[in-house]
C-alpha cells in the first residue's frame, strides 16, 4: 500500500512537470530541466551508483572527469525527459537528427529479411526505434514496463503512438511474440545494457555482469544478422545516429561468444560518448 502511494504521488509530480513542460516550450524547458536533474541528480541514491559503475569502466578516472561526466549524465536525463512530450514532433520532422549509413536502413527495407537491431540506453535512445519505422521498415520493439503503475500507461501509449506502434512486453511471454513478429517479417530493437537476473555472466569492461543473450539466440535460431545502433546528442538539440554494419550471426559458435562480442561493441559506444551512457542502472550488481 505505500508502495501504491509513493507512486501515485510521484506520477503526480511526473504529469505536473510534462505540464509546465508543454506549457514553456521545447527550447526553454531543455535548458532548464537539464539544469535541474543536473543539481538534483546528485542528491539521488542511483548518484553513487553512477560513481560505482565509472570505476569499472576505468580504474584511473579522477574525481574531476568523474564528475564532469556525471553532471553530463544527469544534464542529458532532463533533456530526454522534456522530449518525452514532444515526440509528435520529432516523428513529424527530420531536422533534429543525421543518420550516419543510412543505406543500410534502405537495404534492410528493401530486401525484407528481419535483423536484430541493438543498442544502450544513449541520448534520447525513443528516437532510435522512431526513426527506423519512419523509414518504412516494420519493427517491433522490446521494452520494459515502468513500475509505476500510474506512470506506465501514459508511456506505452505514448511510444506506441510516435516511436513504434509493436511495443513487446520484456519477458517469457515476449520472447514467444519476438517469434511470431520475426515470422511475419518483423525486425526485432533491442537494448542489451541493462542487468537482467535471466542473462548470463558476461565480461563487460572487464568484470563479469548479467547480459541478454535473447538477440545471440534469436539471430542463431532464425540466421539473422545483428545491426548495432549508437545515437549521440551531439549538442542540445541536434542528434546523429550511426548505423553500424550487419553482423553475421553465423560466423559464431555459439550464444556466449556472440553475445560477449555485442558487449564489446557497446563498450566501443560507450567509450566514444561515455557522457551521455545511463551510468546510473546497477549494471554490475
Not at 516550450?25 to 546528485?42: C, D, H, M, T, Y
Not at 517469434?179 to 511475419?184: A, F, G, L, P, R
Not at 542463431?220 to 554494419?245: A, D, Q, S, T
Amino acid at each position: 500500500m505505500i508502495k501504491i502511494l509513493k507512486y501515485f504521488f510521484q506520477s503526480i509530480i511526473i504529469y505536473l512537470l510534462f505540464i509546465i513542460v508543454k506549457i514553456i516550450g521545447l527550447s526553454l524547458s531543455r535548458s532548464l530541466f537539464a539544469f535541474l536533474f543536473k543539481n538534483i541528480g546528485p542528491i539521488m541514491r542511483s548518484n553513487k551508483i553512477a560513481s560505482e559503475n565509472l570505476k569499472k569502466f576505468s580504474k584511473e578516472i579522477n574525481k574531476q572527469s568523474e564528475k564532469n561526466i556525471i553532471d553530463n549524465m544527469w544534464s542529458n536525463y532532463g533533456m530526454t525527459f522534456v522530449e518525452y512530450i514532444f515526440l509528435k514532433k520529432f516523428r513529424n520532422e527530420d531536422s533534429h537528427i543525421f543518420i550516419k549509413n543510412e543505406n543500410i536502413l534502405n537495404e534492410i527495407r528493401e530486401n525484407n529479411q528481419p535483423v536484430i537491431f541493438v543498442s544502450g540506453h544513449f541520448a534520447n535512445f525513443e528516437l532510435m526505434s522512431m526513426e527506423i519505422t519512419k523509414k518504412n521498415i516494420k519493427l517491433a520493439t522490446i521494452y520494459r514496463p515502468l513500475n509505476n503503475v500510474f506512470l506506465n500507461p501514459f508511456m506505452e501509449l505514448i511510444r506506441k503512438k510516435f516511436v513504434c506502434k509493436n511495443q513487446i512486453k520484456k519477458g517469457l511471454s515476449g520472447v514467444k511474440d519476438c517469434i511470431d513478429y520475426i515470422n511475419s517479417k518483423h525486425n526485432i530493437a533491442l537494448m542489451i545494457d541493462q542487468r537482467v537476473s535471466e542473462g548470463d555472466r558476461i565480461t563487460f569492461f572487464n568484470s563479469k555482469a548479467f547480459t541478454t543473450t535473447l538477440p545471440a539466440q534469436l539471430a542463431l535460431k532464425y540466421n539473422l544478422k545483428i545491426i548495432p545502433i549508437f545515437i549521440e546528442r551531439k549538442n542540445i538539440n541536434k542528434f546523429e545516429m550511426e548505423i553500424y554494419n550487419p553482423i553475421d550471426s553465423s560466423v559464431f559458435k555459439n550464444k556466449y561468444e556472440l553475445s560477449l562480442e555485442l558487449n564489446k561493441i557497446l563498450e566501443g559506444m560507450i567509450v566514444k560518448n561515455p557522457n551521455q551512457w545511463i551510468w546510473s542502472h546497477n549494471r554490475w550488481k
